[in-house]
Structure formats: structure tokens, C-alpha cells
């Protein structure tokens, strides 16, 4: 066996994702509300027409009224769920992304904590403050107990309770599993970060104008916009990238020893980084549709295969506005739309069309960008980043680069949303201590040129 040393933990999850539990107990209230679904479509129409709009909050929150973020799922939760306003308002009920969920739990109920990346997505933060907004607390009827504290990503969270190595070992047994999880008693957890934000961070985007995208569920293009926010004026998210603790003075002399790592020395001050955003909600889930309510396809490796046998999709194009359509347009009221079938079609074109679907989709949003920056990232030639399970499939990547008349970078490692997430917690625990030693760790796997 091979022995390591575990000396930091960090988490990464997805973003919006809302979970209420009581405090006492540590029960959850319901089910998790996951990112995409669309149970508040209706709370959220009703909520434009009281409030003012789907931009009644953008300034403040840099996000649009939708079913897509936490505040919506919450406040639909407090009406609904039996007794949980009461709880709420008592301080007995605790709301989470999955991040403050797992460390809440990891802890032992000891710290009720969150990031400002999954913060960021609640629709509760003010972007400049880093802090819930009040406004809006009081505009929503959210209870301000029941909200985690804001930390940057990097912090120390807290440490690992002993009771959570009991139990794992108590499951170790159970299974006939191995020993080792009793090496996370007292380990601290120094990293917290949303998913798409640990890709940013694990692609080392960490300079204004560089750019990625996660091919995932869904998928996911952030633009790395400075230590200021850029309002959004074309259906863009206003959000945070990411943000440090900031470190001791001796590692900012080794940042500003370099004039050319000026924006290095803000990130490691502590400064917060923003980003713009487009989301797509339906990228990689096509397939798990095609292959579980069409029965089109047995897995992923199936799809590309039936994909790549034709020489282009003969004019057949698919829209998978399952949950409507997120960025730029923000149309809930969206649907699906597979268009141009003929008799002389197969199911290989359908689905080549559902594998593209992704890479055009995305065209709006990098126009949207550009537009909202005045950032001509083919100008830079500097590569566009990717990463996530579809980015592994040459012809769709290959397209995308031709679409969008960008080089494309695909690294070795595709797992860049964990690799962010471990960059945080090492950086947390001064395992790294600049941001140059973090860029030495990525290495380009295959490069797409339009």
C-alpha cells in the first residue's frame, strides 16, 4: 500500500444547488433543489411583476430574476415546506449550497460557512461588498440567520470532526473496504469553490481576457475580467471567479519581485477576480437523453461513434432547450426544437446534431462577451481553454474552433475542475505560495486551430 499524508481537503460542487436542514437535528427539510430545475418559473413571474423586472437585482447581484439561482429555490422552499419559515425565523433551519451542506457535515455541524464563488450565485450577494445584500434579504423575506458566512476560497474553513472518521470507518467495516479514512481526523478544509470556478482556476486563467469552457451537464464559458466587475448589458452573468485569502507579506514580495505579475500580486493580496459568464444548460445531458428517453444511443462512447461515421450533420440541427435557454437569451419559456429532418436522415444525424448542439450554442455567448468587454479575444491568439467530458470528442471540438475562429487548448489533465479545488486548498495551507508554480502544473494535451 501506498501511504500518503493528507494536510488539506478542498471542496467543489455544483452551484446554485439549494439545501435547507435543521440546525438541532442536521435533517435536511427536503430533497436538494438541483441548479436546473425549473419548479420556480412561475415564483420567479410573479416576483418580476412585484419587484420590477428580471434585472430588479442584476445591479447589485450581477444576475437576471430566474429559476436558475439559490434565492428563488429558497424562498420557495419557505412557502411551501410545513413549519420551515417558522424554523427560519426561530434560527433552527440553516440554508446551503452543497459546499456549506458537505463542510457543515464534515465538521459536525461546527461551521456554517460558505465561498464567495458559490455565494456569488445565490442572487443574496452584493458583488462589490462581498456581502448579502440587506436590501434584498428584506425584499425576498429571507431570514438572514439561515445564510452561511462568506469566506474566500482559499480559507481555513475548519477541520474535520473526529466523529466523521468513526462512521467512516464504522462503513469501511461494513463494506470490507481498506483502512485510511481516519487520516482526515483534524485535517483542515482550506479550499471551497464553486465547479466552473475551480475549471477557471484549475486552467490557470488567472489573468483579464482569459477565457475556458466546460463541456459538463451543461456548458459553462467564463471570461476572467479583472479585479472589477463588468456590468453585463447583453444576457451575460456579472459574477465573482474567484478570490484568495490574502498571504503574508513575504509571499507578495516574491509576487511583486516580477513587474510583468502585477495582476499575480492583486490575486495573492486577496483582491477578488470577476468574471463574466454564459451558461448553457443542456451540453453533455443530451446524451444521457438521447440514450434514455430515445433509446438513440447505448453510452457516450456510442453517440461519438454514430457522430463521427458522417462527414457533417446534413443539415439537421438540434436546440436542447429542455429547461428553455440560459445565456444570452434567458428564455424560460424556450423548448426543445430538433429542425431540417428528411426521410433520407438517420439517427447518426440526429445525433452528431445533439453533439454540436453545444459548440453553437456557444457562439452567442463568446459574441455576448466580446460585446459586453470589447475584448477581441481572436485578436490575442491566445487559445480558448476546455475541458470537461465532451471535450475529449476531437470532431465537436474541432467545430468549435472553426465557429468561433479560436484556437482551442485541451489539457492533459480534463479534470481541471478537481485540480482547482485541490490549487485552493494547497494554496490555503501554503503548499504553493504563487501563482507561477500553479501554471507550471498545467500542460496542454491537444491544441484545435479554425
Known amino acids: 500500500t501506498i501511504e500518503v499524508e493528507v494536510v488539506s481537503i478542498g471542496i467543489t460542487n455544483q452551484r446554485e444547488t439549494t439545501v435547507v436542514w435543521n440546525k438541532e ?9 438541483v441548479w436546473n430545475d425549473t419548479r420556480t418559473t412561475k415564483l420567479c413571474e410573479q416576483m418580476e411583476d412585484r419587484l420590477g423586472g428580471k434585472d430588479c437585482f442584476r445591479d447589485t447581484t450581477g444576475l437576471p430574476l430566474a429559476s436558475y439561482f439559490s434565492a428563488t429555490k429558497l424562498l420557495y422552499l419557505l412557502d411551501t415546506v410545513e413549519g420551515l419559515r417558522q424554523d427560519a425565523e426561530a434560527g433552527k433551519a440553516l440554508f446551503g449550497t452543497v459546499d456549506s451542506w458537505l463542510l457543515w457535515k464534515l465538521t459536525n455541524g461546527a461551521v456554517h460557512a460558505t465561498d464567495v464563488t458559490n455565494a456569488a450565485r445565490t442572487l443574496l450577494m452584493d458583488l462589490r461588498s462581498l456581502r448579502y445584500s440587506e436590501s434584498i434579504l428584506q425584499q425576498l423575506r429571507i431570514p438572514r440567520a439561515m445564510l452561511p458566512e462568506i469566506f474566500p476560497c482559499s480559507h481555513h474553513f475548519g477541520l474535520v470532526d473526529a466523529s ?16 485510511g479514512y481516519a487520516l482526515l481526523h483534524n485535517v483542515p478544509v482550506t479550499g ?9 482556476f484549475g486552467q490557470t486563467c488567472f489573468h483579464r481576457g482569459e477565457a475556458k469552457i466546460t463541456y459538463g451537464t451543461g456548458a459553462f464559458l467564463l471570461l476572467n475580467t479583472g479585479p472589477q466587475p463588468v456590468p453585463s448589458r447583453h444576457g451575460l452573468l456579472t459574477t465573482l471567479a474567484f478570490q484568495l485569502a490574502p498571504r503574508s507579506n513575504g509571499d507578495l514580495l516574491l509576487a511583486d519581485a516580477h513587474p510583468a505579475h502585477q495582476e499575480d500580486a492583486d490575486v495573492l493580496r486577496g483582491l477578488p477576480c470577476y468574471a463574466l459568464e454564459g451558461s448553457v444548460a443542456y451540453s453533455g445531458s443530451v446524451v444521457q437523453w ?18 463521427d461515421a458522417l462527414p457533417d450533420n446534413g443539415g439537421v440541427y438540434f436546440v436542447p432547450a429542455f429547461a428553455g435557454l440560459y445565456a ?6 424556450a423548448r426543445a426544437n430538433i429542425v431540417g429532418l428528411t426521410a433520407f436522415h438517420t439517427r447518426s444525424h440526429v445525433v452528431r446534431a445533439a453533439l ?36 475529449a470528442n476531437g470532431a465537436v471540438m474541432q467545430l468549435q474552433s472553426d465557429l468561433l ?6 489539457p492533459r489533465l480534463l479534470e481541471t475542475t478537481a485540480l482547482g479545488a485541490a490549487f485552493m486548498a494547497g494554496l490555503g495551507v501554503g503548499l504553493w505560495t504563487n501563482l507561477d508554480e500553479l501554471k507550471a502544473c498545467w500542460r496542454v494535451g491537444k491544441e484545435y486551430k479554425p
Open 25 to 33: 437535528t442536521g435533517m435536511p427539510y427536503h430533497h436538494a433543489i
Open 192 to 200: 471551497m469553490i464553486g465547479d466552473q470556478n475551480a475549471a477557471l
Open 164 to 179: 466523521l472518521n468513526t462512521k467512516l470507518v464504522e462503513h469501511e467495516a461494513d463494506e470490507g473496504l481498506v483502512g
Open 356 to 391: 454540436e448542439a453545444s459548440a453553437f450554442q456557444t457562439i452567442d455567448v463568446l459574441r455576448a462577451m466580446q460585446a459586453d468587454t470589447g475584448l477581441d479575444l481572436a485578436q490575442r491568439r491566445a487559445a480558448l481553454r476546455v475541458d470537461g467530458g465532451l471535450s
Open 290 to 307: 438521447l440514450r434514455d428517453n430515445l433509446q438513440l444511443v447505448e453510452s457516450a462512447q456510442h453517440a461519438e461513434a454514430l457522430a
Open 405 to 410: 475562429c479560436l484556437p482551442l487548448a485541451r
Open 328 to 333: 444570452p437569451f434567458w428564455r424560460e419559456d
